[in-house]
């Protein structure tokens, strides 16, 4: 019986190959990361730390981290994610982080992004993550169930409801309370990206069209009577909700204003110089670039430039070839990870590669976006590559899930042969070969 259990347990670590493509990328997106942000943050770093290397070198521990992380992540079976009670304790742990931030959480920029565990973490960005794994648990569930014959509505005519509840108002819901919360920061563009995430999460996952009709005629009434509820409100609650986004106002006046007749627009320099040095510093790079560590607008020109507006930075050092390169790298992270997902065979495993693939381009497409002036500012770092602790470890999180999938979902997947069915295929083809061996001997 012991040697019974030991060949039926689940491995602790998996035996599956790893994805060598997925993981080359990888250390040339983070290489190029860190010595982009070496030679962008230098000046700022100085004089804000009297050190230039400053940046770097947190950012290097913190990609160090992360590598750790996504190893990690990647070696267990992905059979171990898959559990109910770990969907129930990353969404409370993100909802109470969610909610702690939002009562107690540190003030940067007239937002309450960051909470003091000892060090500032920002939990918008464990939001991100968080949706994607418990989405995935959740909807395997679902389908798991169906497949025992169980979700069956008493009444055939209220089966659409029961599995537009279950599949689209149930989950997406859940979600919807999380991304409220990261719009009440106010953190507008990670209220976006979540959004986008759960709507290409639950699109992948297999919901019938019934059902995401079915939901939408539930979530748009009740989004009208919250609007209605606003308006109707008191004067001062209304001003006070409308002041903590002004900054949201502002910067889509400000790209509205880049179309406008000059003199026309009542902004100030001072507010659109962020926008204007930033797209002076992507101009001026031409096609070669001035070369790495050349570029004069990381001299207090463009602010933020080791963070928002780091691409722009890079280009001036670079030129149109650099900037081109960094796109094609993330394109061909994408068209990996996307291919990760074409390969699954569970729906647990297609929802991690889609989530967290899609997760990484969109925000790498937001943060070049708005640099490139086409869509208005959004605060979105640039991937691997702009300075932060919390984004860049849960980056590397994300990754070794879709790491994970790759590794594990083609073998772990499989049902395993029993011990004692085994020894009796073994005993029968034992017994098989003797028979042929007394044949030959009569025959002989």
């Known amino acids: 019986m012991t040697e019974m259990r030991k060949q039926n347990s689940i491995p602790i670590m998996s035996k599956g190959k790893s994805n060598i493509p997925m993981i ?20 700022i770093a100085y004089s804000e730390h009297a050190d230039s290397s400053y940046y770097v070198v947190k950012q290097i521990f913190f990609s160090s981290l992360g590598l750790v992380a996504c190893f990690v992540i990647e070696r267990i079976p992905l059979r171990w994610y898959n559990q109910r009670w770990i969907m129930v304790g990353v969404y409370a742990v993100a909802l109470a982080l969610i909610i702690l931030t939002r009562l107690v959480g540190t003030v940067h920029g007239n937002a309450k992004r960051w909470l003091n565990l000892g060090f500032e973490f920002q939990t918008s960005e464990l939001v991100k993550i968080a949706v994607v794994l418990c989405y995935a648990i959740y909807r395997t569930m679902i389908v798991e169930l169906r497949k025992k014959g169980k979700l069956v509505a008493s ?36 209220f976006i ?28 009434p009740v ?15 209304r001003d ?35 926008v204007d040095s930033a797209s002076n510093a992507l101009g001026s790079g031409g096609v070669w670039g001035l070369g790495l560590g050349n570029s004069r607008s990381k001299y207090s020109y463009v602010s933020e430039a080791e963070n928002d507006y780091i691409f722009s930075v890079y280009v001036e050092e670079t030129g149109l070839v650099g900037g081109t390169i960094l796109i094609l790298i993330y394109l061909v ?22 989530g967290y693939t899609f997760l990484i381009m969109i925000e790498a497409m937001l943060n070049i976006a708005v640099e490139l002036k086409v869509i208005p500012a959004t605060g979105v770092t640039l991937p691997f590559v702009s300075y932060g602790g919390t984004a860049q470890v849960l980056l590397f999180v994300a990754f070794g899930m879709v790491l994970c999938v790759s590794r594990t979902e083609g073998t772990m997947f499989k049902p395993q042969q029993p011990a004692i069915e085994q020894q009796v295929n073994l005993a029968s083809a034992s017994q098989d070969v003797d028979a042929k061996n007394e044949g030959i001997k009569v025959g002989i």
């Open 333 to 354: 992270v994408f068209a990996l990870g996307m291919n990760v997902a074409r390969k699954t065979k569970t729906v647990f495993g297609r929802i991690i590669a889609v």
């Open 240 to 274: 006070k909700i409308l002041r903590n986004f002004s900054h949201v106002f502002k910067r889509f006046e400000i790209y509205a204003a880049q179309d406008a007749d000059e003199g026309s627009s009542t902004l100030s320099e001072d507010d659109t110089r962020q």
């Open 24 to 43: 080359i990328m990888l250390f040339i997106l983070v290489v190029f990361g860190l010595v982009i942000l070496y030679s962008v943050s230098g000046p």
């Open 223 to 237: 989004g009208a009577l919250c609007i209605g509820i606003f308006m109707a409100s008191s004067a001062g609650f």
């Open 155 to 190: 009444n055939p005519k209220y089966q659409a409801l029961k599995d537009a509840f279950l599949d689209f108002i149930l989950p997406v819901g859940c979600m919807l309370v999380l991304d409220v919360f990261i719009l009440i920061q106010p953190h507008f563009s990670c």
């Open 193 to 220: 990206i979540v959004g986008l995430i759960c709507a290409i999460c639950v699109l992948v996952s297999g919901v019938k069209l019934k059902s995401w009709l079915i939901g939408m005629a539930v979530f748009i």
